[in-house]
């Protein structure tokens, strides 16, 4: 016997039950997308905040953690040296080609270093020189590497290696209190000449939980859970119904074929 769900009027109420979920569920994502958007006040410009760097002796001292808040486009200024000499490579992928982080102390007082990355090489062969004498740099400061982000190189470099840039790492190969960061130069400074400059540090995206969408998004997951209950307790109902029907007529039947005299016909 055909399901008493197979309807044309219970296709119809199947379909319009889907139609409602699908409203329902588009509804909650859309309304809980927007309760969680990023703030557009807090969103900044990585290039357009060097303009407002702020002096790297502000934030710390060296071996400290530098700022509670500190974030991947902090603008920072420093002032001081560049030590060729302990010039060092750091292998990394840059947009899925390998190559070197090239990264270099900065001395900034007596025995005191703020590592600098001053870009990318390809081969890590035939490094320019970097800047003589004292000089002011500006760059997005950046927490350590927690972990090696490139690759193991196969080849000698003319310069020695580390696997990622940090001051547990980089401490080991100078003899300088490090701070705890690492600065990421821009291309305007005369430091990346002759090398591909990093790009820029992707910009924070807080966000601040808007309560009227959040509430719009329960509502709507709400109305959506409400439908499919009803459906369902529609569904069983039905299924109930003929079976009582079903059942009904079975006895009916049975009740007619009782009656009937015994030897009747013959």
Do not use: K
Not at 95 to 120: K, M
Not at 169 to 184: C, K, S
Not at 246 to 266: I, L, M
């Amino acid at each position: 016997m055909r399901s008493p769900l197979f309807t044309p009027r219970w296709i119809g109420l199947h379909l319009v039950a889907v139609l409602v979920a699908v409203v329902c569920v588009a509804g909650t994502y859309w309304q809980g997308t927007t309760a969680f958007e990023p703030d557009r006040d807090v969103i900044t410009n990585p290039v357009e905040d060097l303009a407002d760097a702020v002096s790297i002796t502000d934030l710390g001292e060296p071996g400290e953690f530098l700022h509670p808040n500190l974030t991947t486009n902090t603008a920072v200024e420093a002032s001081g040296h560049f030590d060729a000499e302990s010039q060092l490579l750091v292998p990394q992928r840059m947009d899925g080609d390998e190559g070197y982080a090239v990264v270099i102390p900065l001395v900034t007082g007596e025995g005191v270093a703020l590592p600098v990355n001053r870009g990318w090489s390809e081969d890590g062969t035939d490094l320019p020189a970097p800047p003589e004498g004292e000089v002011t740099v500006t760059g997005w400061l950046q927490p350590p590497q927690e972990h090696a982000e490139g690759f193991v190189p196969m080849g000698r470099p003319e310069v020695g290696t580390v696997e990622r840039i940090a001051p547990s790492v980089l401490v080991g190969e100078w003899d300088y209190r490090i701070y705890a960061a690492y600065v990421t130069l821009p291309e305007r400074e005369p430091a990346v000449d002759g090398l591909t400059p990093v790009p820029p540090p992707e910009p924070p995206t807080e966000f601040t939980i808007n309560w009227r969408s959040l509430s719009y998004a329960v509502q709507w997951a709400m109305f959506g859970v409400s439908a499919v209950v009803f459906w369902i307790i529609l569904m069983r109902r039905e299924l109930a119904e003929a079976r009582t029907r079903n059942t009904g007529r079975a006895s009916a039947e049975n009740g007619e074929d009782s009656d009937q005299p015994v030897g009747a016909g013959s």
